[in-house]
């Protein structure tokens, strides 16, 4: 089965331009999770949706940071005007409903800013 | 503060030897524990649950959960070099479904060495 799947492995932007990061959930998830992760900070939550529906973006950015899930197979993250301090590892994980289902992480995108 | 807080930072082990990582939570909200592990270069895997005061084992590994003091520990017995990553324990207000998020704390950077 494949697992997540995160799109672009890596990606490098120029200060300001905008960077969007893709995100395909396992199929019958119904839950996906964007966390990023840097050295200094681990692993930090950003935002969740449950059946496509936004949940909870708690820890997103407001001003520049957006997400949206359009249809149950993808989720994307945008980023508008990046700074180099959103450098991280962009992590995507899914879900099944039900207890004691893990959210399965996909293999993140490396954004660098430069 | 952090929420999640994990120790040591970094453990080294001879392989065959036990390994034994730390995790305390300072919200009383989250009574749900997992233990994920990270190699490098991959998204973070989940390992076990445990949302029960006492032990719960899964081949070599066995975690256990001290609900009063909000304390998690995992001990990885006949430790192997493939073992050697960087292990996270998260913990969530919900025990399952797609109803809650993950708050993961920084993570042990376990190595055995052969």
């Known amino acids: 089965n494949a697992g997540v799947i995160q799109t672009p492995r890596h990606k490098v932007t120029g200060k300001g331009q905008e960077a969007t990061l893709w995100c395909e959930p396992i199929?019958?998830?119904?839950?996906v999770f964007w966390y990023r992760q840097t050295i200094v900070q681990g692993l930090e939550f950003l935002t969740y949706f449950r059946n496509q529906a936004p949940i909870d973006d708690s820890g997103m950015p407001k001003e520049r940071f957006s997400a949206q899930m359009p249809n149950q197979s993808h989720s994307t993250l945008k980023i508008q005007s990046t700074q180099p301090q959103d450098s991280a590892v962009y992590l995507c994980?899914?879900?099944?409903?039900?207890?004691?289902?893990?959210?399965?992480f996909g293999e993140g995108t490396r954004l660098s800013v430069l | 503060q952090q929420k999640v807080q994990q120790s040591p930072e970094s453990l080294s082990v001879p392989e065959g030897g036990m390994a034994s990582l730390n995790c305390t939570s300072s919200?009383?909200?989250?009574?749900y524990f997992w233990w994920y592990r990270q190699h490098s270069g991959e998204g973070p895997k989940a390992l076990m649950s445990i949302f029960s005061d006492g032990d719960k084992k899964e081949g070599r590994f066995t975690a256990h959960l001290n609900k009063a003091s909000l304390h998690v520990s995992l001990h990885i017995r006949d430790s192997q070099p493939s073992d050697s990553a960087l292990y996270f324990c998260a913990a969530s207000e919900h025990g399952g479904g797609s109803n809650y998020k993950l708050t993961f704390g920084k993570g042990t950077l376990l190595t055995v060495t052969p």
């Open positions: 919200d009383r909200n989250f009574q």
């Open positions: 994980a899914s879900s099944r409903q039900g207890n004691n289902q893990a959210p399965l």
């Open positions: 199929s019958g998830h119904s839950a």
